[in-house]
């Protein structure tokens, strides 16, 4: 069964430094969001993407966040300049389509988890 | 805003002890209710989307419900290896596409 792949599955980084965590969607869906969770808190949306821009973004998805399709197959979130609170588990995920009534479902990855020291 | 909400946070059960969990959600107009599995260190699983009072969905063991204020996963005759965190979330009417995930429900069932 296709799944969503992401890498890698633990980055260590210091504060202040530049992260990109990267994702490989489901090859024919064209819904790509990234969401977070913090130990022990609920799973929050961070952004939504589809043809090749921004649909939607949350609060927390400020200025420091970015997200990117470089190629065909690649799903990028990067941050910055990282802080000890972004440490979390950063999961990608994909969906067919969103239309009318109907939804597709979003597949996630099992996620990066990113530790800030 | 949106909110969900689960109960119990956490539940043992012996196993072929059938039970309920309950996700409570306030949504300005659902366009979908979706249960997910979660299994230690790796990212939900879908289970489920349902998106009007009186729907149900079933998978093995699984059996989802759902009203115009909850939501319902009926565990039957459970086995070991369902035990993992069982999260809901809803997507809202009105163009948003974000899912509002509940905390989940941990479920531990024993041999």
């Known amino acids: 069964e296709p799944e969503v792949t992401q890498t890698p599955s633990h980055q260590v980084t210091q504060m202040g430094q530049e992260v990109i965590l990267r994702c490989v969607p489901i090859?024919?869906?064209?819904?790509f969001y990234w969401y977070r969770q913090i130990l022990g808190q609920k799973v929050e949306f961070l952004v939504s993407?589809?043809?090749?821009?921004?649909?939607?973004k949350s609060e927390i998805f400020d200025d420091q966040f970015s997200v990117e399709r470089p190629d065909g197959s690649n799903f990028t979130l990067k941050i910055r300049s990282t802080k000890l609170e972004d440490s979390a588990m950063y999961f990608c995920?994909?969906?067919?389509?969103?239309?009318?009534?109907?939804?597709?479902?979003?597949?996630f990855g099992n996620g990066t988890r990113l530790t800030v020291t | 805003e949106d909110q969900v909400t689960q109960s119990p946070e956490a539940l043992r059960l012996q196993e072929g002890e059938s039970s309920s969990l309950n996700c409570s959600y306030t949504?300005?107009?659902?366009?979908?209710l979706f249960w997910y599995r979660q299994d230690p260190g790796k990212g939900p699983e879908f289970l489920f989307t349902?998106?009007?009072a009186g729907e149900e969905k079933e998978k093995e063991r699984l059996k989802a419900t759902l009203t115009k204020k909850e939501s319902f996963l009926h565990i039957t005759a459970p086995k070991p290896e369902d035990s993992a965190t069982y999260l809901c979330?809803?997507?809202?009417?009105?163009?948003?596409?974000?899912?509002?995930f509940g905390k989940g429900m941990k479920l531990t069932v024993n041999p």
């Open positions: 090859s024919n869906h064209l819904y």
């Open positions: 349902l998106y009007s």
């Open positions: 949504v300005s107009g659902l366009r979908g």
């Open positions: 995920a994909s969906s067919e389509r969103v239309w009318g009534s109907y939804n597709s479902p979003l597949h």
């Open positions: 979330a809803v997507q809202a009417r009105g163009g948003s596409e974000k899912l509002v």
């Open positions: 993407f589809y043809n090749n821009e921004i649909s939607e």
